[in-house]
């Protein structure tokens, strides 16, 4: 079955300090992989993706991500975190048994940045 | 370029009562999504559509329904809310052209149903 696996509920670190928020995925053939990010009573924004080429993926906001092939696993980072870097991250792979690019979600990650 | 718009904001409906919810997108999508959030269980696809006129079921599609008259409209109709509905619902739209997979996505509409 096809899955997306975020295993952490809410990562906690310290202003400054690099952060990691972990994604592991299940899925058939070659992944299309995304982050986003939603903000208290926003909507989701897009941070970046991952189709194909480098496994190190830059994307909004100062954030990158590693795609990790042998450990399924794209895994979300940033070298020193912000105050304002705290929310609901999302990873989500995309749906290969349709055309139509659907995604497949994690249930989220709280990240919290404290001062 | 407003993006990805949604009315109304809030709702509050009474069990049995109907309601529409409205997108809209300024950006020339071909695709639009219905989502809705509930705590700890992220996104779930409600209904789809790959264009104009068309419509397709998503994850959880029953009690709801969606039209797509106008490339920029998609419309989320609830003919009886029941509570299982209390939710926040997410529209969002992407390109149709090739490598632009990642969606777009409005600022959402928390829907109580007492």
């Known amino acids: 079955a096809q899955s997306v696996a975020q295993p952490e509920d809410q990562v906690n670190v310290a202003e400054g300090n690099p952060l990691t928020v972990k994604c592991t995925y299940s899925v058939s053939g070659n992944p299309y992989l995304f982050w986003y990010v939603q903000y208290p009573n926003r909507g989701l924004q897009f941070l970046l993706k991952?189709?194909?080429?480098d496994n190190l993926v830059k994307g909004s906001y100062g954030f990158e991500a590693e795609f990790n092939k042998s450990q399924t696993s794209f895994h979300l980072k940033k070298p020193s975190a912000l105050v304002s870097d705290s929310a609901l991250y999302f990873c989500?792979?995309?749906?290969?048994?349709?055309?139509?690019?659907?995604?497949?979600w994690g249930a989220g990650t709280k990240l919290i940045i404290k001062p | 370029n407003a993006g990805v718009t949604q009315t109304p904001k809030f709702r509050v409906l009474k069990t049995g009562q109907s309601m529409t919810l409205l997108c809209a997108q300024d950006m020339n999508h071909e695709y639009m999504y219905w989502y809705r959030q509930d705590p700890g269980m992220g996104l779930r696809l409600i209904h789809y559509s790959v264009g104009e006129g068309t419509t397709a079921k998503g994850e959880v599609p029953d009690g709801y329904n969606v039209s797509r008259l106008k490339k920029q409209n998609f419309l989320l109709g609830l003919e009886s809310a029941a509570p299982s509905q209390t939710s926040v619902y997410f529209c969002?739209?992407?390109?149709?052209?090739?490598?632009?997979?990642?969606?777009?996505f409005g600022p959402g509409t928390r829907l109580t149903v007492t």
């Open positions: 991952y189709i194909t080429g």
């Open positions: 989500a792979v995309r749906d290969m048994r349709n055309s139509n690019y659907q995604l497949i």
């Open positions: 969002a739209s992407r390109s149709g052209l090739a490598d632009l997979y990642e969606q777009y």
